[in-house]
């Protein structure tokens, strides 16, 4: 996955300390399963913009 938007709130393993993010890939419906993805890989991040369906 290249772009896409943050889709929930994070989670945290507090065995390992890794944070996960959900992301939802751009293009795809807003009812689309999101994507886990480790915070460290997310290089840039800004707040999502509202788009009205």
Known sequence: MRTG???GCSLR???TGTT???VRPDGV???APA???R???ILDASPPIH???
């Open 5 to 7: 938007t943050v889709a």
């Open 29 to 31: 419906p807003t009812d």
């Open 51 to 53: 788009r009205p369906d």
């Open 35 to 37: 994507r886990v993805v």
């Open 13 to 15: 393993d507090e065995h």
């Open 20 to 22: 996960w993010v959900p």
């Open 39 to 41: 915070a460290t890989d």
